[in-house]
């Protein structure tokens, strides 16, 4: 199997959406409503407009997020979560919940690597 | 809310540690038993050793995966997953399922958006 057969799993087209940690709390933060550009840029402190510019874009063209032009002088365009971007809210919940709940051993556990850690085979 | 702040939000901690296309994929492959290291690059045909080393570190890390040294000659190593990278399986199957059920949706939509693009506000 290639690289490229690989892309073709559903499971990694749907990592390669939502693997930048931007993307999710993007996904999550239009789970509350949508918002304009700079609702959004600064509800995500930190974020430049660049890359919130190139997070919406890929989010919008895998079809998460649909973005809406409203015909006013100067144009409004808002940014919301599409049905199927609504969908993962659930699972990003279930993920988000697994990681709450082992966020102590997650800290320890990578303690103890830095200390114990031996060359790979 | 800084970048170092949101590092800290536990969503975002665990896509860090899963959204390489390849982790969620040495996580599913260790999901069916414990392999040693040329098992699982032959059953990931296309990652070079580099790359499933490089891969392996950090989900030991991370306290999702072990590794597992057995005293014999030459030394055998095993790799498992760990009770925590266990319990992202049906979390990831989740995903999966998304995904497979809105694959036609997705490429539909990805499609559309290549004839539509408009500039981003």
């Known amino acids: 199997m290639t690289?490229?057969?690989k892309l073709a799993?559903?499971?990694?087209?749907?990592?390669?959406m939502i693997a930048?940690?931007?993307k999710v709390v993007v996904i999550y933060t239009l789970g509350q409503r949508t918002m304009r550009f700079g609702e959004?840029?600064?509800a995500l402190e930190g974020i430049t407009p660049k890359?919130?510019?190139r997070q919406l874009r890929d989010l919008e063209g895998d079809g998460?997020?649909?973005r809406r032009v409203h015909a006013e002088i100067p144009p409004r365009v808002e940014y919301s979560l599409t049905t199927l971007g609504r969908e993962l809210l659930p699972i990003l919940d279930e993920l988000h919940?697994?990681?709450?709940r082992n966020s102590v051993a997650l800290i320890s556990r990578r303690e103890e690597?830095?200390?114990e850690r031996t060359p790979a085979a």
């Open 51 to 53: 890359v919130l510019t």
């Open 20 to 22: 930048d940690k931007w």
């Open 113 to 115: 690597q830095k200390t």
């Open 97 to 100: 919940a697994w990681a709450t």
């Open 9 to 16: 799993c559903p499971i990694q087209r749907t990592m390669a």
């Open 40 to 42: 959004l840029q600064r």
């Open 3 to 5: 690289y490229e057969t």
């Open 64 to 66: 998460l997020v649909s």
